[in-house]
């Protein structure tokens, strides 16, 4: 059980263009997805936490208006990076957790590799 | 205060080997001390976590010691693998903060 899955799983996309990345929750209902950023060899950096029906919050220094995170469901969470540029490449996770699970266990998605050209 | 030390960055280690990797953490709020397992091109796992109400949790090949004093923990892996070689990462939150802080990682090599 709690199964987070992401869509795509690797996307190429070119400058200037819009990217969404899906983020679901297959066995449970993730009443809060978060979304991270790894650059290689490093650790992972929270970038947003999201409640289903409300706003995300960002983390200090990430742009809302690039980085679009919308949570409508309790099962899926979308990141849309605007504008992409190749600086926004990176491996995108999320991961969900839910109040029924114990003790705000945060179960990761595989991940989405961007590349921007 | 939110930081979490990791160390080492890398780690080699011989199969049948003991592994061990050491966090530090300032932030006596802390109350959850998860360990999560990352292959390369993929989401981390969760491998083990433990609470400052026990001083150590074994699961399997798996041990988590904590020193709350020292505000310290350590994953040990025992009988290492090469299965085994992964980035590990340390990470701590607070009791519905949900907030995960991560350490820096480490990358463990298990060779045969």
């Known amino acids: 059980g709690a199964v987070v899955s992401q869509h795509p799983s690797w996307v190429i996309c070119k400058s200037g263009t819009s990217v969404k990345i899906e983020c679901r929750s297959l066995?449970?209902?993730?009443?809060?997805m978060f979304w991270y950023r790894q650059f290689p060899k490093q650790s992972l950096m929270l970038m947003a936490t999201?409640?289903?029906?409300?706003?995300?919050?960002?983390e200090q220094g990430v742009e809302k208006d690039k980085f679009l995170i919308n949570h409508a469901s309790l099962t899926l969470s979308t990141l849309t990076v605007t504008s992409a540029h190749p600086e926004d490449s990176s491996f995108y996770i999320c991961?969900?957790?839910?109040?029924?699970?114990?003790?705000?266990?945060?179960?990761f998605g595989p991940g989405t590799r961007l590349t921007v050209l | 205060q939110q930081q979490v030390k990791q160390s080492p960055q890398s780690l080699i280690v011989q199969k049948g080997g003991i592994s061990i990797i050491n966090c530090a953490y300032e932030?006596?709020?802390?109350?959850?001390f998860p360990w999560y397992q990352q292959f390369p091109g993929k989401g981390p796992a969760l491998l083990i976590a433990?609470?400052?109400?026990?001083s150590e949790k074994k699961e399997g090949r798996f041990t988590i010691s904590f020193n709350k004093s020292a505000k310290q923990f350590s994953l040990h892996i025992m009988d290492s693998q090469p299965g085994d070689s992964a980035t590990y990462f340390c990470?701590?939150?607070?009791?519905?903060?949900?907030?995960?802080?991560f350490g820096t990682g480490t990358k463990l090599q298990v060779i045969p």
């Open positions: 991961s969900a957790t839910s109040g029924r699970l114990s003790y705000n266990e945060q179960f």
């Open positions: 433990i609470r400052p109400d026990v």
């Open positions: 932030n006596t709020a802390f109350d959850y």
């Open positions: 999201s409640n289903e029906g409300s706003k995300a919050t960002y």
């Open positions: 990470a701590a939150s607070t009791e519905g903060y949900q907030k995960v802080t």
């Open positions: 066995d449970f209902q993730a009443t809060t």
